[in-house]
């Protein structure tokens, strides 16, 4: 049971994310044995100790055919635990008075004496756990249905032994076990008469020892006893077993004939409930009927796309995970789900796999189209589930491990979503275990064509120029083992690649930048009191260009998806995409930073410079810092990015537009304790020449 509520916690906790309900995918034909009637209670109880109740069967039904105060009988109260929690108020119970240790129990007598002497009524609902024997069972099924009203229902509890010790003659000794006793015997010799006379039939397996329930049409119809079964009883229990039947040969048999009433056996139905419009399903083979087949080794290619997929145990049976992954990714629409509970440990010999937090942290990120949004780890039995949630795994970079004191199975649920379908294939560029990353610089580059090249100034650039110095670049890196990644539209990525075979470009993506100020910009320059105030410098490109303002404020937005695409980094440096103009090979040594580093001019009086405000910097236009190349680290990126787009929201307040260098040094003078200003170009100690070729 504590699978089942584990899965709906983990739908139900997904489903917050996404708002379209069009079609659902199921990787395997997912069974969901928890009925849909009792949902709600797990969903509005303390999952984490939430036990599947006998009372809960029986209010499911209550609540599924709208009964109100239903006549209920239960024969076996005991303590009364299920008794006081069935929702009616009109009640009786019955148990032997030596048996009876509760105070609901309104008739302390047998059932047989009960149904032959005291019977005035009729019932609705008749829950019968009582004397656990194959003749007593089939007795009081047989009184239960006379005393049915037509279209009542019949509830037999300890259906489901789990084990063959548990079904053995019952004895008072053992009383702390599990035992059913050989009731599964009663109901198996009658289930084809009990078949004949009900509408409706259900199989509840993962409440305690199983539910069969029989809703009875017409009661005037009943079972017959067959004499055979041992029927005496010593202070209530049954000295033998009937051996008309046995475990070994017989169960089987017999349970493969209640899993047909299994409730909701797959969750299409359950989806449907949920507000999606289409359930499909794949699976290796068609012994399940899934809506179409397709081994997840292997490269799927469908038209169909996806709001919602949904893994309830399949993966760790796939062995090709990095494709299963890309077919994932591949069969998801932007915004679409997935939601998954896997084994995670205490599972071997289930799958190929037990799988790791690690995985799914590493894996479901932007670089890959995806985004994280929940994990945990839960370990189930058949009564309770506890869970943990882990999104924290791994948020310093260096190897956590979880342990569990339980010897039950531990899953892990993992709930992603697709936010772009520009991510990179698992297969091509499989991702690296945290502990095992280096310590390093991710350097960070990105080129957009704004026309340049038709400038009539100084400041025209041919854009063959720049990606030949992009080629200095590469091979400097590539030298010292570095890493760098460019944003850029599809003609530039190709050149790239033919030219210098550069993988490592990613689509510009201008929409998500700061191009959604462009207009706003060009609006500002426009403006005659913005010209007046830059006249002496007005053949600057950031004095008559909105778009030479945008890709380079872009510079940090950049710096702010390299990090959220690969987390893994000490560091984060932005490059100009033509800063290496020349082709000499150089040495390259960034060591530890805790601080923003830009490039500052030596010449320049920063005394003086603090006291300059926006406005007078946009008039004077000093070359106070450089913004080429400047590193930020890793725990500065975030808050970096945010003071950025507060102090270029301040500019246009104050209706003047500057180059990101402007920005960047007023966010200096209001935190300088965050800020390492080298002298002028300061990168040239980073790049000590070796040799030019």
């Known amino acids: 049971m504590g699978i089942d509520i584990a899965v709906v916690y983990a739908i139900h906790s997904s489903l917050k994310y996404t708002s379209n309900y069009n079609n659902v995918l199921t990787l395997g034909r997912q069974e969901i044995h928890t009925t849909r009637e009792n949902i709600k209670n797990i969903l509005n109880t303390d999952y984490k100790s939430y036990n599947m109740l006998r009372s809960d069967t029986i209010n499911s039904i209550i609540d599924k055919y709208g009964l109100v105060d239903p006549y209920y009988l239960e024969i076996g109260v005991w303590t009364g635990t299920t008794f006081k929690e069935i929702k009616t108020k009109n009640k009786d119970g019955v148990d032997p008075e030596q048996y009876c240790k509760c105070e609901y129990v309104n008739y302390k007598m047998t059932s047989d004496n009960f149904f032959k002497n005291h019977i005035n009524k009729k019932y609705d609902i008749i829950f019968i756990d009582g004397l656990h024997t ?223 937090p690690n995985l799914f942290k590493q894996c479901f990120t932007s670089r890959y189209g995806m985004e994280l949004k929940e994990m945990y780890l839960c370990f189930a039995d058949n009564y309770k589930i506890n869970i943990q949630s882990v999104m924290d795994f791994n948020t310093y970079n260096k190897r956590q491990e979880f342990r569990f004191d339980t010897n039950s199975p531990v899953y892990i649920i993992t709930v992603a979503k697709k936010i772009s379908h520009t991510g990179i294939s698992f297969i091509k560029n499989p991702p690296t275990q945290y502990s095992y990353e280096k310590n390093k610089t991710l350097f960070v580059t990105s080129f957009k064509d704004i026309g340049r090249s038709k400038w009539n100034s100084y400041f025209r650039r041919d854009t063959e120029d720049y990606i030949s110095y992009f080629g200095n670049l590469v091979k400097t890196l590539q030298y010292n083992n570095s890493d760098i990644i460019c944003f850029c539209d599809d003609d530039i990525k190709s050149q790239l690649l033919d030219r210098f075979n550069f993988k490592n470009s990613y689509p510009y993506d201008k929409d998500n930048t700061f191009y959604k100020f462009l207009s706003i910009e060009q609006a500002i320059i426009n403006k005659p009191k913005f010209k007046r105030l830059i006249s002496h410098r007005i053949h600057h490109p950031e004095c008559f260009s909105a778009e030479y303002n945008i890709i380079n404020h872009n510079k940090v937005i950049f710096i702010d998806r390299a990090k959220y695409m690969f987390p893994n980094y000490n560091n984060y440096c932005w490059i100009d995409f033509g800063y290496k103009k020349y082709p000499d090979i150089v040495n390259i040594n960034i060591g530890n930073i805790d601080k923003i580093i830009y490039s500052k001019c030596s010449q320049y009086n920063y005394d003086v410079a603090e006291e300059i405000d926006p406005i007078q910097m946009c008039s004077q236009a000093p070359d106070i810092i450089q913004g080429s190349m400047f590193i930020i680290p890793s725990n500065l990126v975030q808050w970096y990015v945010q003071e950025y787009k507060k102090m270029l929201l301040h500019y246009h307040q104050l209706d003047i537009v500057d180059d990101d260098q402007a920005i960047a040094f007023q966010i200096y003078k209001n935190n300088k304790q965050l800020f390492d200003l080298k002298i002028l170009d300061w990168h040239t100690l980073l790049f000590t020449n070796i040799y030019t070729q």
């Open 134 to 356: 194959a003749h007593q069972v089939t007795v009081d099924i047989y009184n239960s249905i006379k005393s049915l009203n037509n279209g009542g229902f019949l509830v037999l509890d300890d259906v489901y032994p789990h084990k063959e010790r548990e079904q053995e003659a019952l004895d008072l000794r053992r009383l702390g076990e599990h035992l059913t006793g050989d009731v599964w015997k009663g109901v198996y010799n009658i289930l084809d008469e009990l078949e004949s006379i009900s509408s409706d039939i259900y199989f509840i397996r993962d409440v305690e020892r199983g539910h069969l329930i029989f809703k009875i049409e017409d009661t005037s119809k009943n079972i017959t006893v067959d004499n055979t079964m041992p029927n005496t009883n010593i202070d209530g229990f049954n000295p033998c077993e009937w051996n008309k039947y046995t475990y070994s040969r017989d169960f089987p048999e017999y349970l493969k004939r209640l899993e047909k009433f299994k409730p909701d056996i797959f969750c299409d139905n359950f989806f449907k409930s949920l507000g999606f419009k289409q359930v499909d399903s794949t699976d290796f083979s068609n012994e399940q009927n899934p809506t179409f087949t397709h081994n997840m080794n292997t490269k799927i290619e469908i038209q169909n796309k996806y709001d919602y997929i949904f893994d309830g145990g399949t993966i760790e049976h796939i062995f090709n995970i990095p494709q299963l992954f890309d077919n994932i990714v591949s069969l998801l629409n932007i915004d679409g789900v997935f939601c998954s509970i896997t084994a995670n440990n205490n599972f071997s010999g289930h799958g190929f796999y037990q799988f790791s």
